[in-house]
Each structure stands twice: as C-alpha cells, then as structure tokens.
C-alpha cells in the first residue's frame, strides 16, 4: 500500500480571510512619523487625488470633519475621508496609472469583433494607447489635449458605449458561469474517484474479512490466532465506511434542488409546490420551559389575537432559516459578484479589493 | 559480424551479439512509420544495437533518413559518441571505404566553448549570454562598419569556411571536436549547430528537443523522416513538465523590475541619439514582419517558448507596438506579480482565473501577454543590448506571461508563502507548473514519423502513450537470457525477529525498524565484496536513520567492514565522495555508498563490476506526496489520462527502485546482488521490468534478513566459480553460426506454421461446406475460433501462398 496521499487532489486552500501582512521594519507614517514597530496594525492609505500615502490614523484625525488639504508640505490638493482607500500596488505609479485606465477603458470599450481587419484593430488599439500614455505620462499640454479627446469621444460614442458595456458585462458573466460549472464537474468527478477508491479498499477488506471467517471456522487452533488480527480489520472497515460517510457528506448539493415538478393532473397548488411543513426538525404538542412559560402567562407579552404556539413556530423557524443555502456557491455564479477567486483574492490583498469593485 | 535482418545488411562491430527480437522490433517501427516504447536491460548494449541497426538502415535505403539520438547527461552523449565512432570504423573495414558520413555531437556552449575569457565562466547561462553578445548579428554590422566592438574570433573564422562543410567527414566525439576547433581556431558550438543540418547523426541532449525555448532554434531544420531516439528515457515525463514550468520569486520580479528600469533607459536613450532605430523596429511590427527569420537564427538573442502556428501568423498587438508602451506594459505585469506575492495564503489556480484577476486590476488583456516573449527579444535586439545576462529574470517573466496566456488547461499556478508550514518568515514563490508531459513533447511526436523511447526500466510500458499522448507501433519489454544467474534479486520483508520492515510513514522511526535496516545493512556489508550502494527514499530519512544508527552502534559495525560514504545535496561534496568510494573499491578496503532513491547518483552513476556488488534499496522510494504540485498533476492525471493517484505514485516509485537496482549491473560479465527492502514490495513485484521480475524466483519475494543473507552466500560463492566467456555462446550471446541456426529455426517454424495454416484453412473450407445444417457444431466452432487465432501475418502469407 503507498502512503495514503492525504485527500488525493485536494487542492491548496483557496478559500482565505484576509491575514496582516508582516510589517518590515522601515514602514513609517511620513505624515505623522509613527513606525510600524510602534502600531502593528497600522494601515496605509492613499487618496488617488493625489497618491500621497498616510496611515489611518492621520487621515481619521485630518479628514474625519470634513475636506481638508493634503498635509504634505507643497501639495494643496483638497481631500476628503471618502476618497482614501489602501493601494494595490506596491508602486504608486502604477496605482495611478491603472486608476487612469479604469477611465480610458469605460470609454473605450471595444472589442476585436468590431473591427473589419486585424490592422483596423491594432491602429485602434495603439491609440487608445497612446492616448492613455498621454494621460499618465504627458506633461500639462498633452495631458490636457488627451483629456478632450476622452471627454469628446465618450460624448459622441455615447451609445456604443453602453452597448459594448452590457456586452462586455454578459461576456464576462458567462465566462465567471463556465468556470464556475467546470469546477462542480472537477468537484463532482474528485468524490467519485475518492468514492471508487473507498469501495476498492471495502471490498478489499471485506474479502479479507470472508478468507478470515473461513479460517475462523477451520477446527483447528488456527482460528484463535488468526482472530486476534480480526480487530484490526473490522476497524478498518469502520473507517473506510466512516471515510465513505464523509464522501456522501460532501456532496450536500441535493438540498438545493427545487420540489418536484407537479404532476400535470394533480390538483392546483397556489404556491407552486412549496410546502410549509418543516424539513428539518418538529414541533412538539406543547412545549414546556420555565423561561418561555411565563410569556404564557405574563400579561404584558400576551396579546388579544396572539397565539402562543405561533410564537414559538417562529422562533424555530428563523432559528433554522438559511440552513441549506451555500452563500459561496450562489456568489460563483452570481451576478455583479466576481467569481471566488476574485473576491477572496481581493480581500486578501487588502481592503481596496472590495472598494475597487463599487467603484 | 554481419547478418541480415529481412532484407537490411547489418554490421555489427562485435563479435558476439545479445540475442533477443530487439533489431527485428527496431526495424518494424522504421519500415512502419510510427513511434515505439522499447523496454531493454541496462548493461546489454542497448545503444551500439540501436545505432548499428539504425545506421544500417540509413546507409541501405535510398532515403538516408537521418538518426537524432538523445540522451541525458554529457557523459551518456559522449559514451554514445564513442560506440558510434568504433562502429563505423567496422563499417569502413568491412566495407572495403569510408562512406559519405558525418556524426556530431551537440552539448551547451559551457562545454564546448573555447573563447579564452567566456569559457571560465561558471554558470551556463552566463556563458550563453556573453557568447550571444559576442556574435550577434548587430555586432557583426558594427565591426564591418568599422566600429570597434568585441566579436569572437573563433566564430569569425567560421565565416570563411564553405558553410556546409566545416569539418570533414567522419564522427566527431566532442573531446575530438573540441581538439579540432582548437587547431583550426573554429568554434566547435557554432560548427557543431551549423553542420547539423549535413549530419547523419546527431547525438545530443533532451533538451535540444524538448525544451522549447531551445528547440525552435536548433531543431527546426531537421527533417520530419528524421528517427528520433530517447535513450534513458525513463525520466521523459519530468523532463518535458520541467521544461515548461517557471518558478517566480521575490527577488527575480526584483531584477526583473531593474530589468525594465534599465530598458526605459536604454530607450530614452535611443530615442534621442538614434531614433531612427526604434521606428523601423515599429513599422515592422505595424507590418507584421515581426524579422521572424531573424528572430529564429541561431544566434538569436533570447529564447522563446514555442507557439502555436496560428499565433506566429499574427502580428504584435498594437498596444504594445511601440516601446515605450511595452516596457509600461510589463512594468504593469511585474508590479501586479509583487501584489499577489505579499498574500500570506496558499493559492492554487487556473490560468483562466488567473488571467481574470489580472485583467480586472491590470487592464492586461490576454493576446499581448501572449506576445511578451516575442516582443521582448525584438526589442533587446533593437536596442542592441550586449549584457544579455542582466535581463535574465526579466525574460523569465515574459516567458511566464507567454506561457499563462498561451495555456488554458494543463497547467497551474501555486503560490506557497512559505517554504515549509512551520516557516516563519515569508518566502513566497510563485510555482508555475507544467502538468502535462504532453504539451511539451508534442511538437516532437507531430513533427518526427518515428521516435523511439527506450530505457532499461520502463513499466509498466502503457503508462509512457498514456502519459505522454501517443500511439505506439511497437511496445515491448525484453527479457534477459542469462547463461548462469548473474544476479540475485530479492525482496526482505522481515527482520531476523520476523518483524515486518518497511519505511511506511507510521513505522519508519520505531526503533525495531531502524534496528532491522541496520542488521541488514551491517550484515550484508559483512559478506558483500569490495563496493555496496545503499539507496534511501529520501535525504531526510537518510539523515536520521544514520543518525539512529549512529546511536545504536550500528555503524561502529558496518565500520569493520566497509568504509561508509554518504551523497549529500551538494553536487562537489558527492562526487568526491564517489571518488573515494571508487579507490576504497579498488583497493581492497570496501565501502559502501548510502544514497537517496532521486538523486544525482542513482540516475547518472554506474556501479558496475567490483564498484557494486550489493544494490539495497530502504524503502520504496514514494515521492513527497505533500508537495502541492505532486497533488495538483496526479489530480490532472486522474482527470486527463484516467491514471488512478495511487497507480501513478507507485509506478513512480519503481521505477526510481528499478533504476537504482540496475546501478550494479552494467554488463553480462557483471554480476551482482539486488535487495529490496521493505514489505510493500512484494505486492509491486509486477511492477519491475521484465527482465528482473523474470531473475526473482518465488521463494526469493518474501525473506527474512537471515534467510536473505544466507541465500547470498551461495549466490556469491557460486559467483566466484571460473566461468569461461565461450560458456555463454549460444545462451545469453550469440556469434554467428548462432545466429544462422536460430534463423534457420525461425524459419522452419514459419514453413511449419503455413503448412498447418494451410491445412487449418482447408479443413475449414471442408467445415464450411458440411456444417451449415446447424449439427456441425463441434468441429465447424473449433475451426472458426482457431481463425481468430490466426494474425495479419499469418493470412498474408496464406494469400501469397494461394496465389502461387
Ligand atoms: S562563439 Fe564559440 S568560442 Fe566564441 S564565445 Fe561563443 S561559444 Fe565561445
Ligand atoms: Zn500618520
Ligand atoms: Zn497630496
């Protein structure tokens, strides 16, 4: 037997919570002068009117009441507490670069399918270029003319751009959807191969078990011996089935299968199918318990109309409401959420991740 | 000696041959057209077969098809280089003339360079670089223009000699080519990459083939009727996967990104003195000239991975066309890279995913990052850069980003923060890891009609088509006819105190276990002759089993007998530990070598004759199964090929034992004794080649340490009789009249086999005739199943018999 690979194929957690990144030592607020060393948690902020960086701290003292100007000394931009947000990239160039594409790229939104010719596409392409190196790189004059032109094209491409957006949003959708469906499948076919392995490994042991109960019965003193390593089997085949259990655990996904569809000939059911009736526990006849039973009886909770049972089904029932429903899941084939790589990722990076997707 | 296998003439430069079907089998894939897995024992001549019946071949038939021999290390190429000079200097003297008849050998500029300053440098890659920046194309412009720039003297000399005859006919071993080059002040790389094209032979490394970075330059002018041989191909799988997978580290994006500052300079700086350079580099691109050619010279500055044709039609997106964009371009990627390295989680995804992520925070859409390779050579060779070397990890980049975007499936990108779970101190790596051996070594299986694969231990042989994406002509396992047992294989499951051993992860430390390798080990050192290897499944297992040992005094033991020699990681520290194994050997004292199942010295070293006597394998070598890529490729494997986990692991693991097993006996003059050691192996026993699962015998597969070590003694002392070379004729190697009465047999055989095909047939028409009322039940049924019997062969024959 090899070594069992422990859970074969699982793959690397891909699920995390955003961890603190260890501080390195030279990390100082240049604002405020605080060190790293002094505040663990300290945060990083910057605010894309002008990329100066600052911690939390700074920003809540400076911008808590209101818009106030950047304390770096020759930088009189005027911020405010909404516009800070931590930086996804290490370099603030290329920060702001991005921020300037997100720009050029809601306006400039379109796509090979729109071009006659592979050459059409790439002329277009080097402009849009160009005209977002302008805007990073250039200086007063160009930067302004490029502004024009961006302001000047989004105005008469107005309704392409829409257009190519909602596309652009569906092409997305549909990519986030496959790669979502092709996980289950990869999910669905890792089960049943761990399943294959597991009923391999029970009948292996149940032969065993057969070829140990024959000795067993043989007159002989054999069977005595032998019986000692019976224990060791009968464990394993606990496990294997306790292995197998798991297995059947893991694939949960049949709770979220809707009800049947009706036959046609039953009766008409106004709600389509729905049954009230609780699925996952009972209520009992009367339920007794010194702490509920004074709301029975207690003149300031019972109310004309107001039946004590129904108090209690509620309670149930929000107690158990939302059992069954995988967050996660609906987030992966959702729509407007990214995908879950996306989002973990994001969040894991930092705090930008969520803040960039609103924007 | 000469024979005929058909109707080939083939010249054999010994006298006496290994018998076995291994030619005929050869010769159906050549004549067929198609690819073979051939499994033959280590030891039996293997490669002067090959090359003496490929050379037959290609001498004989008018289409001379040209032989591309690969093998693995330098010394295996040269070894092969060797054998093919002696067999055609036989060929030369039988024949009466030297044919028309050119054989090279190909290794890396580090070994064959003789520029007197390059070729002290000690990294390859640093060789390579500087070479490049001696001989590339513009520096050769430059110095006709007579600007004063460094060049290579011995590559100019090349230009005076006609191009395709560099050197004469003949092989050239590379210490010959070597000597050559010197002489006539010639560079034996270039001449060699030159002259490839006018060889018969070619005998190079793997990588020449596989590595794709590599293979588009120099193999690309070879033929498609070419036969391409693997030899020691055992490993091919994790040399193709290797090829293609990239590591990322904090510090390569660091140079990287010195990289890209360093080009923005060079640029600036050409964009004021010589303008005029970057816009033609620009309108080629508009133009979709993109030098193509050029770029493939064989002095093309940087290697890029292969790409599908489709997307070498194409031209450079326009976004990344000028150069001042593309170096935003990448810094952009580089800086997006330092981001996801500071997550302190484990992450393993997809490219597609992967890709998406990257979109969404870079704006970099896939079809330029495809192109980042290519472009990126186009513009070192625009800005003429000579310190190639810097750019190194800025190319690893770019070649990162080509191959993410190229490759939806098949491969995976893993982020491990740190090296091991208990690590403090971040160290991310990005692994950008191949998991399918077939994307590297398709192109080679599209573009050859015949390759060979072959290697002293391959089984079980299906899993090579199944893992590597092809279908096989031939594929066959060959035994070993032995004239005595000339080694001893067995499998010691027990101790003396009949207590099971095995280096399983749950008993592997218990101090009954180790005490039990340690008899065994002190034990077989105690009896073995002269030099004993001992193979670990790890270093960690290996250093604290010694250290146990150590403790228990085991060693102090093993000490009287034997010195004791241990492989450590570090490639100068174990060779010098060889050596001296070697003089202990040799001098009578005995030593035994502890090494690890996957290490240098278990795939590349021979123990042969006196060297190693006693091979003993602790433990089935199972690799790490933790290793997040170890799970991410046996998970593709399971979905892709439909190999089971385990049945992949454990045909890894055998192989590894099989290989070390066949350390100790390179030659049918060799004898020595192979001990596997632990309980699990005797479920494997059908996993080991052919040819030593053949040698085991039944009461050999379940020992205890004393039954093993008695059941030596007699193998070694029957070892010891005389035992004179001409016993073996006609058993375990042939001469010629051998050969003449074993074909005259096989074709007896044959005769008898047609005439009672014959009669089958015509009892058959009989049947036929009679058993159509349903009662001719008994006899017509015989006769049609024996029908099925019957091969294609068989029939053919039938029908050439008929018509006559
Ligand atoms: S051309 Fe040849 S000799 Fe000259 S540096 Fe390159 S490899 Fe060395
Ligand atoms: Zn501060
Ligand atoms: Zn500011």
Redesign the interface.
């Known amino acids: 037997m090899p070594p069992k690979p422990a859970a074969p194929g699982a793959p690397a957690r891909n699920l995390f919570h955003p961890l603190p990144i260890p501080p390195s030592a030279d990390d100082m607020c240049p604002v405020c002068k605080t060190i790293r060393y002094l505040n663990r948690d300290m945060e990083f902020l910057i605010n894309p009117e002008c990329y100066h960086t600052m911690c939390l701290n700074c920003v809540n003292r400076l911008f808590t009441d209101g818009p106030n100007q950047c304390p770096y000394a020759g930088c009189s931009r005027t911020l405010r507490r909404k516009g800070f947000r931590s930086a996804f990239f290490g370099d603030l160039a290329v920060e702001r670069e991005v921020d300037v594409r997100r720009r050029v790229a809601a306006v400039f939104n379109r796509v090979e399918d729109d071009f006659e010719t592979a050459r059409d596409w790439d002329n277009y392409l080097q402009m849009v270029e160009d005209l977002t190196f302008d805007l990073v790189h250039g200086t007063g004059e160009k930067r302004g003319e490029a502004e024009k032109v961006l302001v000047r094209w989004e105005g008469e491409h107005k309704g392409e751009i829409e257009r190519n957006r909602r596309a652009g949003r569906e092409r997305e959708e549909q990519a986030r959807r496959r790669m979502g469906l092709e996980k289950d499948a990869a999910r669905e076919r890792r089960v049943a191969a761990l399943r294959e392995v597991e009923e391999e490994r029970r009948e292996r042991a149940a032969s065993k078990e057969a070829e140990l109960d024959g000795i067993a019965a043989a007159p002989d003193g054999r069977g005595g011996v032998q019986l000692k390593r019976r224990g060791q089997v009968v464990r394993a085949v606990e496990a294997a089935a306790a292995a197998t259990a798991e297995v059947g655990r893991l694939s949960i996904r049949g709770l979220k299968e809707k009800g049947k569809p009706r036959g046609a000939e039953g009766p008409y059911d106004p709600f389509g199918g729905v049954d009230f009736a609780p699925s996952r526990y009972r209520l009992g006849e009367g339920l007794a318990h010194p702490q509920v039973d004074k709301y029975r009886f207690d003149q300031g909770h019972v109310t004309g109309g107001y039946s004590f049972e129904e108090w209690t089904a509620r309670a149930m029932y929000e107690a158990f409401a939302g059992l069954g429903v995988f967050v996660e899941d609906e987030k992966e084939a959702g729509i407007g959420l990214s995908s879950r790589e996306i989002a973990t990722i994001a969040s894991g990076i930092a705090a930008v991740g969520d803040k960039m997707e609103l924007d | 000696m000469e024979f005929n296998i058909d109707d080939l003439p083939v010249l054999f430069p010994y006298p006496r041959i290994y018998p076995g079907i291994y030619m005929c089998d050869l010769k159906k894939t050549l004549d067929a057209g198609g690819h073979c897995v051939l499994e033959m024992p280590s030891g039996t001549g293997k490669t002067i077969t090959l090359l003496s019946l490929i050379v037959a071949y290609q001498q004989y038939y008018p289409e001379h098809r040209k032989l591309i021999y690969c093998s693995r290390t330098m010394s295996e190429i040269e070894k092969a280089l060797v054998e093919l000079k002696s067999l055609m200097k036989f060929r030369a003297e039988r024949l009466g003339h030297d044919e028309e008849f050119r054989g090279l050998g190909l290794t890396s500029r580090k070994n064959l360079c003789l520029h007197p300053s390059v070729k002290r440098e000690k990294s390859g890659s640093v060789v390579d670089a500087r070479c490049r920046s001696l001989t590339a194309g513009f520096v050769r412009e430059k110095k006709e223009k007579g600007e004063s720039v460094d060049t290579c003297l011995y590559h100019d000399n090349l230009d005076a000699l006609e191009p395709h005859n560099l050197v004469p006919n003949g092989v050239w071993t590379l210490d010959g080519i070597l000597r050559y080059g010197e002489e006539h002040k010639q560079c034996p790389y270039f001449t060699a990459r030159r002259m490839m094209q006018f060889c018969n032979v070619i005998i190079y490394s793997y990588h020449y083939l596989l590595d794709p970075k590599i293979a588009e330059r120099v193999s690309k002018d070879l033929s498609k009727d070419c036969i391409v041989v693997f030899d020691e191909a055992h490993n091919i799988d994790n040399v193709c996967i290797e090829s293609l997978s990239t590591d990322i580290t904090e510090d390569s994006l660091r140079r990287a990104t010195r990289g890209v500052q360093n080009l923005q300079a060079k640029i600036s700086e050409m964009e004021e003195s010589d303008q005029k350079k970057l816009q033609d580099e620009y309108e080629k691109l508009?133009e979709g000239l993109r030098g193509a050619d050029e770029a493939r010279r064989e002095d093309a500055f940087m290697a890029n991975p292969v790409l599908p044709d489709d997307l070498l039609k194409?031209?450079?997106?326009?976004?990344?066309?000028?150069a001042?964009?593309f170096v935003?371009f990448l810094?952009?990627f580089i800086?997006?890279l330092?981001?996801?390295m500071?997550?302190?989680?484990?992450?393993?995804?997809t490219p597609?995913?992967f890709l998406?992520?990257l979109k969404?925070?870079?704006?970099i859409e896939k079809k330029p990052l495809r192109f980042c390779a290519e472009r990126l050579t186009s513009l070192v060779r625009t800005l003429e850069l000579t310190n190639i070397e810097d750019y190194q990890p800025l190319q690893e980049v770019a070649t990162f980003a080509t191959l993410v975007a190229t490759y939806e499936k098949g491969f995976l990108l893993?982020l491990e923060p740190y090296e091991s779970d208990t690590a403090e101190v971040?160290n991310p790596v990005l692994h950008f890891t191949c998991l399918d051996a077939a994307i590297a070594i398709k192109p080679v299986f599209d573009r050859f009609s015949s390759v060979v694969i072959t290697s002293g231990t391959m089984s079980p042989l299906e899993m090579y088509p199944k893992m590597l994406g092809f279908t096989t002509v031939v594929q066959e396992s060959y035994a070993m006819t032995l004239a005595r047992r000339s080694f001893l294989p067995m499998i010691v499951t027990r101790g003396s105190d009949q207590a099971a051993i095995s280096t399983?992860?749950k008993i592997r430390n218990e101090p009954s276990v180790v005490r039990n390798y340690g008899n065994l080990l002190s034990e077989f050192a105690r009896i073995t002759p002269d030099g004993m290897v001992v193979f670990f499944p790890s270093y960690l297992y290996m250093e604290s089993i010694i250290s146990m040992w150590q403790g228990m005094g085991i060693l102090d033991e093993v000490w009287r007998y034997k010195l004791i020699l241990v492989e450590t990681p570090d490639a100068q520290e174990t060779s010098l530990a060889l050596e001296t194994y070697r003089t202990a050997c040799a001098n009578g004292r005995g030593a035994v070598m502890l090494c690890v199942a996957r290490g240098k010295v278990s795939e590349g070293i021979d123990f042969d004759h006196h060297f190693g006597r006693t091979v003993l394998c602790i433990g089935?070598p199972?690799q790490y199964?933790?290793s997040?890529i170890l799970?991410?490729r046996?998970?593709f494997l399971?979905?892709t090929y439909r190999i089971?986990?385990?049945d992949f692991?454990?045909f890894d693991?055998m192989r590894h034992a099989a290989q070390c097993l066949g350390r100790v006996l390179r030659g049918k003059d060799d004898y020595g004794i192979m001990v596997l050691a632990d309980r699990?192996f005797q479920?494997k026993r059908a996993q080991l080649p052919k040819w030593i699962n053949q040698a085991m015998m039944d009461a050999d597969v379940n020992m205890s340490t004393d039954m093993a070590v008695s059941s030596a003694r007699r193998f070694l002392r029957s070892m010891g009789q005389a035992f004179p070379a001409d016993k073996q004729d006609g058993v375990s190697v042939w001469t010629m009249e051998h050969l003449a009465a074993h074909k005259e047999k096989v074709e007896r055989e044959r005769i008898v086999e047609l005439t009672l095909a014959r009669e089958k047939e015509e009892a058959m028409m009989v049947g036929n005739r009679n058993g159509g009322g349903g009662g001719g039940g008994g006899g017509g049924g015989q006769w049609v199943e024996s029908d099925y019997e019957m091969d294609e062969d068989d029939e053919a024959e039938m029908m050439a018999l008929d018509a006559v």
């Not at chain 2, 194409?314 to 000028?322: L, S, T, Y």
């Open positions: 508009v194409d031209a450079v997106p326009g976004n990344i066309r000028r001042e964009h935003g810094k952009r800086e997006y330092k981001t996801r500071k997550v302190r989680q484990v992450i393993s995804e597609p995913s998406a992520h969404e925070y870079t704006f893993i971040p399983s992860f089935v199972f199964t933790e997040r799970k991410a046996l998970e399971r979905e089971r986990e385990n692991l454990s693991a699990r479920k």
